[in-house]
């Protein structure tokens, strides 16, 4: 399976600020996405990152909340934008590999004071 | 859009029983289902997946059976280990596999030694 590294693993950070989370995989893949979890809850996936074009999103999430960028197949990132304390989860990247599995980052925990 | 419900929601076992995790989908059309194990702080990790051209499959002292009919999947597994204790997640998706998957609430199974 791909190595998919991920940063930053935490971070707090305060409301009305933004993060970018990055996520780097050592082998060119297809099929990147951006998963959510909130504590203690399932995973629902926010979008996927698509090389060279915009993001497709799921319902309830948005490119200016979310905006996401795929230079190239083996790296994206992911920004929360004017976080506020219910933005508080996991973001995982996750990456489907040629065998149509779905493998998943370490992720990143964040907390929104 | 898909709906995949699972129970149950917590789990508790002694050590060397075997556990029983469900799973109902909405969308015929859905014909891949992977199993997710994760563990506290962990990133989500596919213990075994089926498609839906195959009834059942095993791998050790996992199992997953599927019944495209009613539309519900299973994850079985044999003489339980503490390691094994941990949140579990059942998914599906249509498509070529990997894609747009819709995850289950997930279920906590705890293994008593």
């Known amino acids: 399976s791909a190595v998919i590294s991920q940063k930053p693993s935490r971070d707090i950070c305060q409301r009305g600020t933004s993060l970018t989370i990055q996520c780097q995989v050592d082998?060119?893949?297809?099929?990147m996405f951006w998963y959510r979890q909130q504590p203690g809850q399932s995973l629902t996936l926010i979008a996927t990152?698509?090389?060279?074009?915009?993001?497709?999103?799921e319902s309830g999430f948005v490119i200016d909340k979310f905006p996401i960028s795929r230079p190239n197949l083996t790296f994206s990132t992911l920004t929360v934008s004017n976080m506020s304390p219910e933005d508080s989860s996991i973001y995982l990247c996750?990456?489907?590999?040629?065998?149509?599995?779905?493998?998943f980052g370490s992720g990143t925990q964040l907390s929104v004071l | 859009g898909e709906n995949v419900e699972q129970h149950p929601s917590t789990l508790s076992v002694q050590e060397g029983d075997s556990a029983v995790i469900k799973c109902t989908y909405s969308d015929s059309a859905s014909n891949y289902f992977p199993w997710y194990k994760q563990e506290l702080g962990k990133r989500p990790q596919l213990i075994i997946d089926i498609r839906s051209n195959v009834g059942e499959k095993k791998d050790q002292r996992i199992a997953v059976t599927l019944n495209k009919t009613a539309k519900h999947f299973s994850l079985h597994i044999t003489e339980t280990q503490p390691e094994d204790s941990a949140v579990y997640f059942c998914?599906?998706?249509?498509?070529?596999?990997?894609?747009?998957?819709?995850f289950g609430k997930g279920t906590k199974l705890t293994v008593n030694p």
């Open positions: 990152a698509n090389q060279g074009s915009e993001a497709t999103y």
């Open positions: 998914a599906a998706s249509r498509g070529s596999g990997s894609e747009k998957l819709v």
């Open positions: 082998s060119q893949v297809t099929m």
């Open positions: 996750s990456v489907g590999a040629s065998s149509e599995k779905l493998f």
